[in-house]
Structures are given as structure tokens and as C-alpha cells.
């Protein structure tokens, strides 16, 4: 499989990683927070099983600096291959302890780009190192979360001559702003959203920097401060550094670019005053020179140091796209290696799509004469409603301006356009009383939302999906099923829920619910693990449709808190990102080639190839989902829904 991990840069809070773990002994030492970010530039790599621990290259980056190497999958060499200080020591290190603690064989890495440049305070090491423990999870199925992962790659690193910080390993998390927590011996991990374009620019100082001097001349003020200067360095470290982190936080989600920028000059005059004087190793002319330069003062709102500070790189956040641009030229023509990131919003989820196109077979003969999203459905406050208008109704609520219709003909249209469209007459309106006079206002507005397409050919899901494709563009979709019902447990609507988890995660997302042992063979089941304490976000490793209990029970249980296994099966809530249209697009293309024009295209097949590329989510909502698909389940749904 190929993989990719990025780099990371650290934007606030520096060294508050290591500073915050002091708490373990020092309770009055303030925890540490950081925002990090993954970048763009990192480690590309085919991984592959093997008997022994290979790594190889074809990256032209590193062909001066590369050499093969392979060692037996043997715990005391790959320690001493550690300890050694080779280039390939800390892929040593994370190796010595999968072994140690999972018993795994070995892999077989091929490293083809290395676009990330070493020694520069972005963490090439902490790359490495958890590509290679991802290699290892992935390869052996050891159903690691990513911060299991993160803290693999730690402990691994901390097997060689490194002392990395343990924010180092946010590299995991991809090219996202995550906000790192440090209380004592926890980590907490947070996405954190942008609300604007923000155009970094970093550069390689390409001078000297004494990484192991500066930690240990800072490490001396830890755990109590002695006097007057290490009492600042815990100040600078930790109150004053979670208001910086704070405020920060707050910028970037108002999208005060400016304000942001300001905000880094400051930190980094903090980080001055009250930090650089506990080391020597910390007097950074060429940073110093760089940041006051007066050639970049115009192109950029503030910048300050990266990683351990000292001469290693340099952070700006430019003023536009096209000052960052003129920065990374001119920071390149003074001799260092400069690079841009630019932090993107999440599209907040505006579309959505209901596939309403089949007969409704298992409703015959009902159907010959009503749309099965039409069937009435008795509610709390007292009216009966369409099927698709209160999945309409859910959907407004949850802030989703437009909504995609897929129909199996022109001529079904006619249904939705006498419903949303065409007002009642005279007659009826005046039965109505005033309540009712004014929610008929608010149907023809619902009907101004709808756009229609049709699925001419009946040729499974997947296809009636696809078929709205163009009205999805290149944003993300929400997709609901159209004989389903939801009802939250919360204040929020489920489809909010899914909106708002996807704004944290960037992912391809499915919701999920529990299911008992016994009904595993009628669902598609998904496992995987979870990435938070509360169970609710599940990094999918696994779908399968409709598998045998016996199977499900062995292979598909997930652990809950109180250690028993839960089967979780889709809960009819998707986020679809433009690649999965682009997959579809490619299935139909493919069978067109082949001749083949009666195979049904599968949703769950481009879910799963774009799943293995790029990752999926599952998000536990806190609802209840109503299937109306056949009489039993209409009959039930009925019943729970008016209640």
C-alpha cells in the first residue's frame, strides 16, 4: 500500500509539550498547549510485508544521503541500530518496539518522495517514525487509532539518541490545525476550523541550531522553579503561553488573518524576553535578521521562530496568496529554502441529495398510486407529514441550502412539483386554520430549495448517487436515504451532527449506529477504532456487507467502555467528498468499457476504494433512525415516530 506523512509545524506554543508532561510532579506547572499543523511537504512511501526490517529508496531528494538497509526482525540489533545514530535509527526504534510489544514480522518500506527537508525544526525524524508505525499497524491490522500511532512513533524515537517533544508526532494527523493538549502524562488531540484562507510561508534558515543544548539549558528549570528567570521560562511556557494559544485559536476561527499575524510577532517577543535567556544556544542572529527584515515587513502580518527556536526555520503568515508567493521568492534568493502552506476553511456543508427514484416494491400495491416519500406520517405536535418533508424539514434545520432530488423519470416530478410548488386553492386555504394557513408559506419556501435529476436506468444506488453529481460540483454533500427517518436525542438535528463533526475531521463520513449480534447478516458492518475517549468517531479499517454473526462476532465487535463488543452498521447519513463522485464516475466508465450496461454501480464499493486512499469516518449520532423500507418497518416506524 502506499502511504504519505507530512512534516509538521508547530504555529504556538513550542516546547509546552514537554513542559506541560511536568505536571506529573509539579501539579502548580500549568498544562501545555499547542496548535500544530501537518504541511504539505513529507515522506511518500510503498509499504509491503517482509521477513525482515528493509528499508529502500528511489526518492532522487535523498540520493546522496541514502543507502539501503535491512537488519533481522531481531529486538537487541534493531535496539542497537537505535542507539547507533544512522540516518536509520529511528526507524530502528519504532521497529524494536512493534516487535517487543506485537510480535509482528517484518516490512518492507520503499521511500519514493522525500519532499520534506531534514534538520530544520519540521520533523522529518517524527515523519519517519510514524510512517513506519503506520506501515506496521496498517500491514498487520493491529487496529491502532492515529494516536496510537503518534505515541508508537514517540516511544520509538525516544529508542534512539533523539529527545523529541510530543508534539512532534502531530504529523499523523495530516495537513490539518489540530490544537495539542499536555496535562501530566494525557494528550489530547483537537482539529481545529479556519474560517479564511491563511498563507503561511516557512523557510529553512539554513544555519546552525543546537537542538539537544536548548532542551537540556531549558529542561533545568523544570519541575520548580529555583528562581526568578525559570519562574518566567514556566510563565512563558505555560499561563501566558494558553492565552497566546487561546486568542489564537479565536482568530483563526473569526478568520482575523491580521490579528493572527500580530499575535505571532508577540508570542515569539515573549518567547525572547523570557525563554532565549535561559540558553545560549538560543541566540539566533540570522532569525532575528530575517523577521525584522524590512523587505518582508510589507508582504506580512507577523512571523516568528519554528520548533526549538535557535537559527533553524522561520514562519511568516503572509498578507495574501500573491505576498506569499513574492516572500517564498525572495526568502529563496537570500540563500534559504523556503516553502508555503496555506490553511484552508472546511466547506461547510450547503447540499444535499435524497435518492427518491424506486417503486417501493416491498409496498406494493400502495406505491401504484403514492410515492413511498410521500406516505403520511403522524408527528408529535399534532400534524401528519410527508415522508419527504420532514427529511426536507431536517435537512433546513441543519443549515443546507440546496437539495438534490434523483427521480426515476420526468414524469415524478409532476408529484413534487403539485406538493412544493403549486399553491392550494381558496377553497382549502380557508379551511385551514392560521397555524396551518402560515405552514403552507413554509412548504412552497421548502420547494424553492429542490433541483431534480433522474436516474433513467435502474442500475443499483451507487448510479441514482452519481446522477447528481454536477449539482454536487466540488464541494461535500450530505446524502440521506429516502425511506428512512431520523430522530435526534439532542437539541442539535442528526444531520447537523454529521455537518458539524465533518468541519472537525475534512473526511469522507458515514454515520453509524449499534446494532444487535443477530441482525449483523441484513446491514453492511463497519470496524475500526475509535479515535476519541467517548466512542463516537470511528476511523473505519473494515466494511462488509452483510456478514455472518459468526463471522461479525470473531472479526467486526468493537469494545464499548464497558469491554463488551458492539456491532455497528450504517446509520443512513453520509458526507460524500467530491472524490467519491469522481470514483462513481470511474466504475461507470469502466463498465462501459467492459460492454457491461446491467451490473449495478454500488455506493459501498466507491466508499471503500476511496476509504482505502484517503481514510473514512464513522460518527456515532445521538438519534434514532426510522426504516420504512417494508410493511413491518413502516408499521414500527408509525408507531415510534408520532410518540
Not at 90 to 104: D, F, I
Not at 366 to 380: E, G, H, Q, V, Y
Not at 476 to 494: A, E, F, H, I, Q
Not at 566 to 585: D, N, R
Request: with cysteine; proline share 4%.
Amino acid at each position: 500500500m502506499k502511504l504519505f506523512v507530512p512534516g509538521r509545524l508547530c504555529l504556538f506554543g513550542e516546547h509546552t509539550d514537554w513542559a506541560g508532561h511536568y505536571r506529573t510532579m509539579n501539579a502548580d506547572i500549568a498544562p501545555g498547549a499547542a496548535i500544530v499543523t501537518g504541511i504539505e511537504q513529507g515522506i511518500y512511501a510503498e509499504v509491503e510485508k517482509s521477513s525482515i526490517f528493509e528499508l529502500y529508496s528511489t526518492a532522487p531528494e535523498i540520493d546522496t544521503l541514502w543507502q539501503d538497509f535491512s537488519c533481522r526482525m531481531d529486538e537487541l540489533e534493531l535496539k542497537r541500530i537505535a542507539k547507533s545514530g544512522s540516518f536509520f535509527c529511528y526507524c530502528a526504534g519504532v521497529a524494536s518496539y512493534m516487535l517487543e510489544w506485537y510480535k509482528v514480522g517484518g516490512v518492507r518500506i520503499k521511500i519514493t518522495g522525500m519532499t520534506l527537508p531534514m534538520k530544520s525544526g519540521l520533523s522529518s525524524s517524527a515523519a519517519i517514525c510514524v510512517l513506519v508505525a503506520r506501515a506496521f499497524n496498517l500491514l498487520y491490522n493491529l487496529n491502532l487509532n492515529t494516536l496510537g500511532e503518534m505515541n508508537i512513533a514517540y516511544v520509538g524515537e525516544l529508542r534512539t539518541s533523539s529527545r523529541c517533544g510530543r508534539l512532534d508526532q502531530a504529523c499523523a494527523f495530516g495537513v490539518k490545525p489540530n490544537l495539542m493538549t499536555f496535562d501530566g502524562d494525557e494528550i489530547e488531540v483537537r482539529s481545529l476550523n479556519v474560517k479564511t484562507h491563511l498563507y503561511w510561508v516557512f523557510a529553512d534558515l539554513c544555519a546552525e541550531k543546537d537542538t539537544i543544548r536548548i532542551l537540556s539549558d531549558l529542561n533545568k528549570a523544570y519541575p520548580f522553579a529555583s528562581n526568578e528567570e525559570e519562574q518566567a521560562e514556566h510563565d512563558a511556557l505555560g499561563r501566558l503561553n494558553i492565552e497566546i494559544v487561546n486568542r489564537a485559536i479565536q482568530y483563526m476561527a473569526n478568520g482575523d488573518a491580521e490579528a493572527l499575524g500580530k499575535l505571532m510577532t508577540e508570542a515569539e517577543a515573549i518567547f525572547d524576553e523570557k525563554v532565549a535567556p535561559m540558553s545560549p544556544a538560543l541566540w539566533s542572529p540570522k532569525l532575528h535578521s530575517v523577521l525584522q527584515d524590512p523587505n518582508i515587513q510589507p508582504l506580512v502580518w507577523g512571523g516568528k521562530g519554528v520548533g526549538s527556536h535557535g537559527d533553524g526555520s522561520v514562519q511568516f503568515l503572509a498578507r495574501s496568496e500573491e505576498t506569499q508567493h513574492q516572500l517564498v521568492d525572495y526568502l529563496n534568493a537570500q540563500g534559504m529554502r523556503a516553502y508555503s502552506l496555506t490553511l484552508k476553511p472546511v466547506h461547510t456543508v450547503r447540499k444535499a441529495i435524497i435518492p427518491v427514484a424506486g417503486f417501493g416494491t416491498r409496498l406494493y400495491p400502495a406505491t401504484r398510486a403514492l410515492k413511498k416519500d410521500f406516505f403520511p406520517i403522524p408527528c408529535p405536535d399534532g400534524m401528519v407529514r410527508p415522508v419527504i418533508l420532514i427529511l426536507l424539514e431536517e435537512l433546513i434545520r441543519s443549515g443546507i441550502e440546496e437539495i438534490c432530488l434523483v427521480l426515476g423519470s420526468e414524469e415524478e416530478r409532476q408529484q413534487y412539483a403539485d406538493y412544493f410548488e403549486r399553491p392550494l386553492s381558496e377553497e382549502h386555504l380557508r379551511k385551514l386554520n392560521p397555524e396551518a394557513q402560515e405552514y403552507e408559506n413554509h412548504i412552497l419556501d421548502v420547494g424553492k430549495r429542490l433541483r431534480y435529476v433522474y436516474q433513467r436506468e435502474k442500475r443499483g444506488f451507487g448510479h441514482a448517487v452519481y446522477q447528481a453529481a454536477q449539482f454536487a460540483g466540488n464541494e461535500p454533500v450530505l446524502l440521506l436515504l429516502g425511506d428512512t427517518l431520523y430522530r435526534s436525542d439532542s437539541n442539535k438535528p442528526c444531520a447537523l451532527q454529521m455537518v458539524e463533526e465533518y468541519e472537525r475531521c475534512n473526511s469522507l463520513m458515514v454515520s453509524i449506529h449499534p446494532i444487535p449480534l443477530a441482525e449483523v447478516s441484513r446491514y453492511g458492518i463497519l470496524h475500526g477504532v475509535w479515535e476519541d475517549k467517548a466512542h463516537t468517531l470511528l476511523n473505519v479499517s473494515v466494511m462488509m456487507e452483510k456478514p455472518k454473526a459468526s463471522y461479525a462476532e470473531e472479526f467486526l465487535g468493537l469494545r464499548n467502555k464497558d469491554g463488551e463488543k458492539e456491532y455497528y452498521s450504517v446509520f443512513g447519513q453520509y458526507i460524500l467528498t467530491p472524490e467519491v463522485f469522481a470514483q462513481l464516475h470511474e466504475d461507470i466508465m469502466q463498465k462501459e468499457i467492459d460492454g457491461d450496461h446491467i451490473t449495478e454501480i454500488e455506493l459501498t464499493s466507491a466508499l471503500e476504494a476511496v476509504r482505502k486512499r484517503s481514510g473514512m469516518m464513522g460518527v456515532r449520532l445521538q438519534g434514532r433512525m426510522y426504516d420504512m423500507g417494508n410493511p413491518q418497518a413502516l408499521t414500527a416506524a408509525v408507531a415510534a415516530f408520532s410518540i
